[in-house]
């Protein structure tokens, strides 16, 4: 893709809790917040889940609701019409839109009714393959959780999209877990996912707090992707494990913040902002004693204070041993021109 600054991508996912009123303050949100897209989740549950489906432990955890999976999803289903409204919002609010089609109908309505130029693809696609071959036939950029995977399912699933035919494929390193425990998290994985494929990586962070976003963003990610909420004590399964709105903008601050950190040359100099400061904390050398024209000088003569008026302390060797030319009293800094070097 060619990424020069890292995209941010909040995930709104399930959160508006099937209320369109609900997922366009989230777009308010987001949008206030200065993030790159906003995304949301697309399916159409009787394309997606077989009714006997069990809930993930998380979703009991969080959700709190004697549902099955199926049931919890139907109440969560925005239409293809509230999407279309949704994507007009983001336009409205200057933010890119974003959601993750869950299956076929909703990939087709995404690009070919929408007209959705990135297609995010979730962690439970990875080993997906029909359905990976039909995202790449979409010919668009796309970009790939590989959450519960391991490095041989992201090669297939990598491999496989770009042979259908996806422009580019961005791999996002990840825990499938929410919260995910800090020890679970492998951050280094992400390392290994920009080495073995050559290509644009990234973190979608399940963590609690902003630390490992930021971490990621550091190591080199260029997407970064994480929940937030309106509110997380909310009903529902993702809003315990979400940022709320303050976090939400920390994280956009400080990831701007380090890209800032991350812009220099590399080369050890000294920076602009330095100079003026250098020249009131570098330490120059001073007599401490009077001392006579053609008198040598020596160590316990001499005193390191701020500031270097002439001579800097880093040249204390070169004069030490040295005649002076001329008589100075002590407490002088010592300049170049009272030093005879023949």
């Not at 790159?36 to 989740?41: A, I, L, P, T």
């Not at 009077?290 to 060797?317: H, W, Y």
Request: aromatic share 6%.
């Amino acid at each position: 893709m060619g990424i020069n600054k890292v995209i941010i991508i909040a995930e709104a996912g399930v959160n508006h809790n099937g209320d369109i009123n609900l997922a366009k303050k989230l777009i308010d949100i987001a949008s206030g917040a200065g993030v790159d897209y906003v995304k949301f989740q697309t399916w159409i549950t009787e394309e997606l889940i077989d009714k006997s489906a069990p809930k993930a432990e998380y979703q009991k955890l969080n959700d709190g609701e004697a549902t099955s999976q199926y049931e919890m999803l139907k109440a969560l289903e925005l239409s293809f019409g509230q999407f279309r409204e949704l994507k007009s919002y983001c336009d409205k609010k200057n933010v890119g839109f974003l959601s993750t089609p869950d299956e076929e109908k909703s990939l087709d309505f995404l690009v070919d009714d929408l007209g959705v130029e990135l297609i995010k693809v979730g962690s439970g696609e990875v080993t997906n393959i029909p359905y990976l071959r039909k995202i790449g036939n979409k010919k668009k950029d796309v970009i790939l959780s590989t959450g519960m995977s391991n490095l041989g399912d992201v090669e297939l699933a990598y491999n496989t999209l770009l042979d259908a035919g996806a422009k580019n494929v961005a791999l996002l390193h990840c825990t499938s877990n929410y919260p995910a425990p800090y020890n679970s998290v492998n951050l280094k994985a992400m390392l290994t996912l920009r080495e073995a494929f050559k290509t644009d990586v990234g973190y979608s962070d399940h963590t609690e707090g902003i630390a490992v976003s930021l971490a990621a963003v550091a190591l080199g990610a260029t997407i970064i992707e994480k929940h937030f909420t309106i509110d997380k004590t909310l009903p529902g399964p993702d809003h315990k494990a979400s940022m709320d709105p303050n976090e939400l903008k920390a994280l956009v601050v400080e990831i701007r913040n380090i890209e800032m950190a991350l812009s220099g040359n590399g080369k050890k100099e000294i920076q602009i902002s330095e100079k003026e400061i250098k020249s009131v904390v570098t330490k120059g050398i001073y007599l401490l004693y009077d001392i006579k024209e053609g008198e040598i000088i020596t160590e316990n003569m001499l005193v390191c204070r701020r500031p270097a008026k002439f001579i800097a302390s880093n040249q204390f060797d070169l004069i030490v041993g040295k005649k002076v030319s001329r008589n100075i009293n002590k407490g002088n800094s010592l300049k170049l021109s009272d030093i005879d070097f023949d």
